[in-house]
T-cell receptor, first 111, second 111 residues
Framework: GQNIDQPTEMTATEGAIVQINCTYQTSGFNGLFWYQQHAGEAPTFLSYNVLDGLEEKGRFSSFLSRSKGYSYLLLKELQMKDSASYLCAVRDRNNFNKFYFGSGTKLNVKP | EAQVTQNPRYLITVTGKKLTVTCSQNMNHEYMSWYRQDPGLGLRQIYYSMNVEVTDKGDVPEGYKVSRKEKRNFPLILESPSPNQTSLYFC??????????FGPGTRLTVL
């Protein structure tokens, strides 16, 4: 399996930038995903990293360092609607169909 | 509209009474999965399927069964539900790309 760590909860101000970190075991890794989940709703895909570096997608960016077992999700120009949980997930190296999720980071955006 | 549907959305039942949660996708995806989500534990994969008649265990398969007789459907069966299976369940599907599309969730309570 995998041990994936994320902070439980974070608070940030509207218009600001926030970074949500995720660490995982480096062995058995084959791709890292970020999902957004609003309360009471299904997770929706945000980003995917398999190589080192930064992937930018509008206000959201995701970074990966495979050697350090580390990723972060960067949210810029925060909006109230960004209040949600952000889930980090890792795909198993030996089985492309197995995914391991962190417990999620609840982000509270305040005015 | 491309979507994953689940039924029922909410279910309260009693210990030992067999139940089935249905999942259907209209995207012709090969891969489908079932997850449960519990506070502090994140999403955990129960079973997955690579195609019709091909299924395998995820991280927490005990107490669950699945079947994949048609490509679009992937029902989750609890033969003898117990209170520790009280949870929020999500079905997900994907093509050969990495993005998983999640259904709206089924909140199950076993008394």
């Amino acid at each position: 399996g995998q041990n994936i760590d994320q902070p439980t909860e974070m608070t940030a101000t509207e218009g600001a930038i926030v970074q949500i970190n995720c660490t995982y075991q480096t062995s058995g890794f084959n791709g890292l995903f970020w999902y957004q989940q609003h309360a009471g709703e299904a997770p929706t895909f945000l980003s995917y990293n398999v190589l080192d570096g930064l992937e930018e997608k509008g206000r959201f960016s995701s970074f990966l360092s495979r050697s350090k077992g580390y990723s972060y999700l960067l949210l810029k120009e925060l909006q109230m609607k960004d209040s949600a949980s952000y889930l980090c997930a890792v795909r198993d190296r030996n089985n492309f169909n197995k995914f391991y999720f962190g417990s999620g980071t609840k982000l509270n955006v305040k005015p | 509209e491309a979507q994953v549907t689940q039924n029922p959305r909410y279910l309260i039942t009693v210990t030992g009474k067999k139940l089935t949660v249905t999942c259907s996708q209209n995207m012709n995806h090969e891969y489908m999965s079932w997850y449960r989500q519990d506070p502090g534990l994140g999403l955990r994969q129960i079973y997955y399927s690579m195609n019709v008649e091909v299924t395998d265990k995820g991280d927490v398969p005990e107490g669950y069964k699945v079947s994949r007789k048609e490509k679009r459907n992937f029902p989750l069966i609890l033969e003898s539900p117990s209170p520790n299976q009280t949870s929020l369940y999500f079905c997900a599907s994907r093509y050969s790309t990495d993005t998983q599309y999640f259904g709206p969730g089924t909140r199950l309570t076993v008394l």
